[in-house]
């Protein structure tokens, strides 16, 4: 154990003399000093644990030496015990006021010293740790802003201990503030809950726990936590409530911030979809009680992918946030716009009386999009799709008004001329089907799903085979076949045709490739290109790599493309640089369904095209249609006069052949030579198709050509009732039947 060290200070030796000898060596270190002088530099070297200070002493009395002690350095809590001879009590009370810690009358009883020692630093200790440990709970205190409360029911006063008083601007008692004044110094939403708290811990004594924000009195408002409880008393007609206060502003404020992030988009800073759907349920509740509608406005921005793809993500994502931006301003108060994720918004508008209320806001937000987004020194447009529906019209539960929102904007989408539409009923059906479609072809296009069928173009006169024009079909199994008419242009909206595409592209050259090494080195493939393949930046790029890496000549290969495609639009913009770049690399590009677009005279002069395709549409009725008979002669004139190849499509009988050969059309493609078969049949058609088609024929044909037709009769070589699908065996067949 530590010896402790006692500084005596007593002009009188014998009395030194007889402290030492009355406490024990083994305990105690006694350093003496004779008069008041020594006595202050010793304690002030040795830092005694306990000072005996005679109050007469020579120089420097007792008292001053008590008194510079206590306000020396070390010396506020060392216990100093003045030793006097007089016990008057004018000099006990002086000694107290300077600081002195006890007494011990002369003449001294030198059995009890010890024990007095003993006991003042025992005292000291304690008082010591119990500084030491209000010192840590003040600071742990400090760190938790937290603090003690006190009120008192009856007396109405509040304590509050030092460190909230501090907080709050308060003095730390507050006499004849009671209940009423701690509420009032809350916010005015919070005080009828906390009142009605506190009085029933009042009567009740059951401990609380209770969130409040107390407004300071420089105006800012904190977040505290109050708990208490009702302190037993023996008088219970005086209760006091007590407990603990806690700043817990940060905490709510991260709180808030977490809620927050939960509840919105990063990039935005919109609510997102659980928000939404909050805010659409509440909004669904409200105006069933006011009998109004609900509209919800789903927006999609157009081709925002190609944005994100060919201008960067930085820009897709300003734009993003410049929509976000529009929306806010224009919505009201009490409506709320979120993103739902991509470039997907919506807006709920609410309480709104009738549609046409609804229409004007929905003009409104068609509006925004008229002006240009300026993204980083870029000037772009970007259109919008928007579909309503409307509450209770269009459903009653938030996710069936999404899906019919979102529905009504997928048919916008394709309308493409508006840019919004609302639901109805009927849409469902066909949208679902559509979207079954979308998936399908999704699954299909990973699982590679289809393959090639070539249909052969057959020279009227010679009936010989200089190409084929490659067509998709999609191997669905067991399932009902689905056309490429119904499936291409879904393909072509959801972007699923650039691989598609590019598939196709691939198993066309491939095949010429096979082919060079064979009878069939000399046919051309045609394959059909849509329009969002002919405008993506790298069509070019990839056809002459495929070309390349199967070392096939650009000019077996030729390219259809519709009549609508090719001039300029809003959505593709112009293909003229593209295909100029493939007519320079020697592919041919033929317009398909010629006469049933939009395209000019003018372009056509322009444009780097070889071949005209009459649609089918034309073929059908001739001869006996005096209309499209004459509309067959002027393309037939027109492609002449422009040096243009003419093919006639989906020529089916005899007739419409004679006809098509007398006018002079160049190439026949239809069922009456061939429906579109697989690869292999390919060989054996031109291997036995010319013979045969050649051979005279014993139907006759229209008499307008009936010169021609004694020349060159035909024959139908393979039979009407074929089928494509699953028809290799029912091909070869009718090819054995031939033979
Ligand atoms: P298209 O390019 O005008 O092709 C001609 C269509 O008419 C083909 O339909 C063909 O099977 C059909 N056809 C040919 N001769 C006759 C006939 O005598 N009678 C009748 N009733 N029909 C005949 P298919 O294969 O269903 O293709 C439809 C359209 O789908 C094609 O019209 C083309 O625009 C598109 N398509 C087909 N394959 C592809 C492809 O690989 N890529 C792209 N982008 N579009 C394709
Ligand atoms: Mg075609
Ligand atoms: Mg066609």
């Known amino acids: 154990m530590n010896r402790k060290s006692i500084l005596v200070v007593d002009d009188d030796e014998m009395t030194r003399l007889l402290i030492r000898r009355s406490l024990s060596d083994n305990l105690y270190n006694i350093i003496e ?5 020594q006595g202050l530099s010793l304690f002030n070297e040795q830092l005694p644990d306990i000072v005996l200070l005679d109050v007469q002493l020579p120089e420097l009395n007792g008292f001053e030496v008590c008194r510079r002690i206590r306000e020396s350095l070390h010396g506020k809590d060392v216990p100093v015990v003045m030793i006097t001879g007089t016990d008057d009590t004018e000099s006990i009370d002086r000694a107290y006021r300077l600081g002195a810690t006890d007494f011990i009358v002369k003449p001294i009883n030198w059995s009890l010293i010890e024990h007095h020692v003993r006991y003042i630093l025992r005292a000291s200790y304690y008082l010591e740790s119990l500084k030491k440990s209000e010192k840590r709970l003040e600071h742990a205190q400090h760190i938790a802003r937290l603090g003690h409360w006190e009120l008192d029911g009856t007396e109405g006063c509040l304590l509050l201990s030092r460190q909230i008083a501090e907080m709050c601007s308060l003095p730390g008692t507050l006499f004849g503030h009671g209940l009423d004044y701690l509420i009032a110094l809350m916010h005015p939403e919070d005080r009828l809950f906390a009142r009605n708290i506190f009085l029933k811990a009042f009567t009740s004594g059951e401990a609380f726990n209770l ?8 105006k800012s408002l904190i977040y505290v936590q109050l708990q208490g409880r009702r302190l037993e008393s023996r008088n219970s007609v005086s209760p006091v409530l007590s407990g603990v206060i806690q700043d817990v502003t940060e905490l709510k404020r991260s709180q808030h911030r977490l809620i927050h992030i939960a509840h919105h988009d990063a990039l935005t800073d919109l609510p997102n979809r659980i928000l939404f759907h909050q805010q659409l349920e509440r909004a669904m509740e409200r105006a069933k009680r006011r009998r109004r509608k609900v509209a919800l406005l789903f927006i999609d921005l157009d081709r925002f992918k190609n944005i994100n793809d060919s201008l960067g993500h930085e820009i897709g994502d300003c734009l993003l946030r410049e929509v976000a931006a529009r929306f806010r301003r224009e919505i009201r108060n009490y409506d709320m716009v979120a993103r739902l994720g991509g470039d997907e918004f919506a807006i709920i508008l609410d309480a709104v009386e009738n549609v046409q209320e609804a229409l004007c806001f929905i003009r409104r937000i068609v509006a925004l999009f008229e002006l240009p987004f300026y993204l980083k020194n870029k000037m ?14 269009n459903g009653d539960s938030g996710e069936e ?5 979102d529905m009504a904007m997928y048919q916008a989408k394709r309308a493409e001329l508006h840019h919004f539409s609302f639901y109805s009923a009927d849409l469902t059906e066909s949208t679902i089907r559509r979207w079954s479609l979308e998936n399908g072809l999704r699954k299909a296009l990973e699982d590679k799903d289809f393959y090639l069928l070539y249909q052969p173009k057959v ?9 084929v024009e490659a067509l998709i079909r999609w191997d669905r199994g067991d399932k009902p076949a689905i056309l490429p008419s119904e499936f291409i242009p879904v393909a072509e909206e959801t972007g699923l045709l650039i691989p598609l595409g590019r598939w196709v592209i691939q198993q066309a050259v491939s095949q010429l490739r096979v082919w060079q090494q064979t009878q069939c080195a000399e046919l ?14 790298e069509f070019t790029d990839y056809l002459c790599a495929v070309l390349d890496k199967e070392g096939v000549s650009a000019a077996l290969l030729e390219i259809e493309i519709t009549e609508d495609h090719l001039v300029p639009n809003k959505r593709d913009g112009d293909c003229q640089e593209t295909l100029r770049k493939l007519s320079e690399l020697g592919i041919k590009m033929s317009i398909d369904d010629f006469g049933t677009g939009y ?7 322009n444009l780097p095209i070889s071949t005209l395709k009459i649609d089918k549409s034309f073929v059908d009725h001739i001869p006996e249609d005096a209309q499209d008979v004459a509309i067959v002669k002027s393309i037939l004139s027109l492609a002449k006069n422009l040096g243009l190849e003419v093919v006639a499509e989906g020529v089916e009988n005899a007739q419409q052949l004679a006809c098509l050969h007398g006018y002079g059309c160049d190439l026949i493609q239809g069922y009456f030579y061939s429906k579109p078969v697989p690869v292999e049949q390919i060989a054996l058609l031109l291997e036995s198709g010319e013979r045969k088609w050649l051979k005279p024929c014993t139907e006759t044909d229209s008499a307008e050509d009936s010169t021609r037709l004694d020349r060159t009769n035909y024959i139908k070589p393979l039979a009407e009732s074929q089928e494509e699908s699953g028809q290799k065996s029912v091909i070869s067949e009718s090819i054995g039947k031939l033979n």
């Open 33 to 37: 000093a004779e008069n008041g002088s």
């Open 524 to 537: 051309t493939i045609a394959v059909n290109v849509s329009g969002r393949q002919l405008y993506s930046d």
């Open 599 to 605: 395209s000019s005279l003018s372009q056509l002069k």
């Open 401 to 405: 008004l999404l899906r019919n929102a």
């Open 459 to 467: 020279e009227p006169g010679s009936g010989h085979m200089t190409g």
């Open 380 to 393: 772009l447009y970007v259109e919008a799709s928007i579909g309503i529906s409307l509450y209770p019209d």
């Open 211 to 218: 969130d409040v924000r107390l407004k300071l009195s420089n």
